[in-house]
């Protein structure tokens, strides 16, 4: 029946060719995600902790999404500039963020920020979190967290510690322990940790509660002198290296982080493919090494943890804030 087959093979060509269109509907249209440079932005000048670490992520992550991924330095205003920038970018995964701990903070610090810290952007993964050191100029006779707190209590208001910006983990620290080593050392705050360090070893401020990224390079120089970690247990990277804690400030603990976020909105699938994508980049090299000289902990978990890490931070500095009446300058 010639006839017949005649007849079905045209229906058999549109079914066929319906089935092919369904599926396209189907498929998202960013399924071949990424296709062009992806960007980071760093609220930070270049040449501070978060820069080097963004900067080694980015190189791990373009070799694993097979596109080039740049980084941008949008500093200023304890960061809010830069991510304000990303919150109002299309929700594509072509920007995104590195926020650190200030992300956490300023919502407590400045009730008129240009968006929603808590739902304009959605959570990547939590890339590392770290201790911070305190350091100081070497050329005064400060040896010791002792010796910062003598020296403090002798002439209060003659130190100065430096900070990359209000809101900051350098800054939170300084005034954390100042709360609670009872002294009265001067916050001066800068756009970034590079600025801040170079002043710190020509002498004009005197102290610095810093990322280990940061200041790993002027340690072994002598350039600066470190006095004491922050975290609540001794690092393994420093082991002659007392805790606040043990030098006489009990129950002292501040932590540096690196979190990714994306603009919210950003599809699942694409959130997914980045999360994947920070969690090959931790385990290269590149990263490997940072972790290991300058006492990072990396992580790269689901972006739920992220999420769930950055509001018990905001919670937990929150109180610290709001006694100390600080306020974004």
Known sequence: MPGLAENCA???????????????AATPAHATYPDHLVRIVVPFPPGGGTDIVTRRLGEAMAADLGQPVIIENKPGAGTIIGTAVVATSPPDGYTLLMATFSHAVNPALNS???????????PVALVARSFNIVVVNPNLPIRSIADLIAAAKAKPGSINFGSYGVGTSAHLA???FKSMAGVDIVHVPYKGAAPAITDLI?????????????????????????LAVTSAA??????????????????????????????????ADVIGRLNASVARAVQSGA??????????????????????????????????INKSNLKLE
Request: aromatic share 10%; charged share 15%.
């Open 112 to 122: 008129k920020l240009p968006y929603d810290t808590f739902n304009a952007f959605a």
């Open 234 to 267: 001794r690092s393994p990277v420093f082991p002659d290296l007392p805790t606040v804690t043990e030098s006489g400030v009990p129950g002292y603990v501040a932590e540096s982080w690196y979190g990714l976020y994306a603009p919210a909105g950003t599809p």
């Open 287 to 320: 990263l490997k090494s940072l972790e290991e000289v300058e006492g990072l902990t990396l992580i790269a978990g689901p972006p739920a943890d992220l999420d769930k890490y950055v509001h018990g931070e905001a919670a937990r500095w929150q109180d610290l």
């Open 10 to 24: 045209p229906r058999r060509f549109v079914q066929v060719l319906a089935a092919l269109l369904i599926g396209l």
């Open 174 to 176: 300084g005034e954390l």
């Open 202 to 226: 020509g002498g004009q401020i005197q102290v610095m509660f810093t990322t280990v990224a940061s200041v790993a390079a002027y340690l072994p120089s002598g350039q600066l002198r470190a």
